[in-house]
């Protein structure tokens, strides 16, 4: 695969941030939807299972909703790399109005078909708690 897996991962969190935390340009939310596969679904940390128009639906009204929103990723995992998926488990931290909320995230990525990028397929989302 061409493209690397932290740098996509890193990549979908930025726009994700930048839309949710600013005025962003219709370009960014595109460029997040489009990375998300047509079968797409996650469990939030709410327990909630959403699907791909569910997820885009919500996040479309989103825009700049927590203004100056980071999101950083760490403790990076790849758990298995197939030729057609990657598992993958990270630390997504939320940085906001001077606060930190973090959440454990498993998630399945499967190549695009130029195999350029990746379409996230499952993504699982469990809170963690603060230190």
């Not at 909630?48 to 950083?72: F, K, M, Q, S, V």
């Not at 030729?83 to 995230?105: I, K, Q």
């Not at 996230?120 to 708690?129: C, D, G, N, Q, R």
Request: charged residues 25%; glycine residues 6%.
């Amino acid at each position: 695969m061409d493209c690397d897996i932290k740098t996509a991962i890193e990549s979908l969190h930025d726009d994700l941030a930048t839309w949710l935390g600013s005025q962003a340009c219709d370009a960014v939310f595109e460029r997040f939807a489009a990375a998300q596969h047509r079968s797409f679904s996650m469990v939030t940390t709410a327990g909630e299972t959403l699907r791909r128009d569910e997820l885009l639906t919500g996040l479309r009204a989103a825009r700049n909703a927590r203004p100056g929103l980071r999101i950083d990723i760490s403790e990076l995992e790849e758990l298995v790399a197939e030729p057609g998926a990657v598992v993958v488990r990270f630390l997504e931290s939320h940085h906001h109005a001077g606060e930190v909320t973090r959440r454990r995230v498993s998630a399945v990525l499967i190549p695009t078909p130029d195999e350029s990028g990746f379409h996230w397929l499952v993504v699982h989302e469990t809170e963690v708690a603060p230190d």
